[in-house]
């Protein structure tokens, strides 16, 4: 893990992906004898939660694990309020660091995740990543995979239309003229699903903010600088500039998550910015053979200085009144081990959050591998806000941005508001 990571606090979360979440129960469940560990992650982690599944069963014949998937704004109130009834999942998706109702932090303080310090894979964990997945010097989370926000280009539909990926803003606004003027969307974006709308300002912010300023999460801590009085408002404003170009496919603030890959798949629009987990259900809706590369969203016109948002991705705990605990710690042994990890990075097209030098990158990872091992990432910006409402005022203004009725810096000064309550 490369030292920007140590010096620049690892600040994640963000987010990331959907259906509903069905009621789960913590109580120890039989199935043909077997002892059922529940599991329950985010809709982005479906693809690589089967093959997980499937090998830690065929190893644990006398276990069974029972997942469910939610979307993010579904899962962090549903989970919260399960754990705090006593009807949670065994092993659940955890964010780390802070920033939002199950975040690692926030969890941990309610007393609601065990602590994991003894297991295998804690004394393995990156440098870079042990101030967002411990407290105290003890660890909470078990990280599975690291992970990045860029955009998601479908690289068959590029080349077929003529398109090259933009390397400078400039170069993206004509991009975005390009394909509207062929009835196509340079970006989809599935502004109707509120998580999705923060991933641009992620993908901005690293080339215009935290890149510049590798110091500026703590000059937040200490007072020392706002969002509205730093670029996070050239990040909105660029983000509003995308809209008016027509960057994004009509009726963007009504579009889910799934819709917007759904218009990458079908080659409808040449890319959307996303969490790299994403990839997998991109191509699980493309045809045989498309290509995904996974790159930065140029912010300016200094090619040199882009830069990639990445850091810890899924994450695990274990439910701190599981009453199949040492099972659950099996299950989250596994998720952590070479194989689990490998097999899970695989499918989520990932990279291990422990890194392991037999696994093999996905091929749509490679431009992000590059930025990675060329120190040119910075973390998620939320897994260091003080609370969980940073976030979510941060879904909020943006829609409101993109609709019209917000400006850039009244969202920000919200958010501001939002940071200055401290601790959640």
Known sequence: MN????????????????????ACSNNPGTTSGKTTITWSTLTSEKEAAQPVIAAFEKANPDLAVSVTTADVDNYQ??????LSSGTAADVFFTWPGDGNPMAMKVVQKAGLIADLSSQPFASKIPAGLTSVTQIGGKTYIAPV??????AAYNTTAMKSNGFTEPTTWTELLKFCSAAKAKGLSAFALGAGTPWNTQLIPYALTPTLVYGPDPKFATEMADGATTFANSNWKTAFDKYEEMQKSGCFQEGDLGTTYEDALKLVSTGQ?????QVNSSIALIKQGSPAGTEIDFAPLPA?????????????????GVNAKSKNMAASIKFVDYLTS???AALYAKSAAGLPAIPSPDFTVDSSL????KYQSDGKTDPFMDQLWPNSKVQQVHFQVLQQLLAGSLSSTDALKQMDAAYAEGAS
Do not use: C
Request: aromatic content about 6%; cysteine-free; proline content about 0%.
């Open 3 to 22: 030292s920007r990571y140590k010096a620049v606090a690892v600040v994640a979360a963000g987010a990331l992906l959907t259906l509903g979440l069905s």
């Open 269 to 273: 629009a040449m890319a959307s910015v």
């Open 145 to 150: 995979t690291f992970s990045g926000i860029g």
């Open 338 to 340: 070479a194989e689990g």
């Open 77 to 82: 109130t549903t989970t919260r309020t399960q």
């Open 366 to 369: 490679t431009t992000f591998v």
């Open 300 to 316: 300016n016109d200094d090619a040199t200085s882009t830069r990639m948002a990445g850091a810890a991705g899924a994450s695990y």
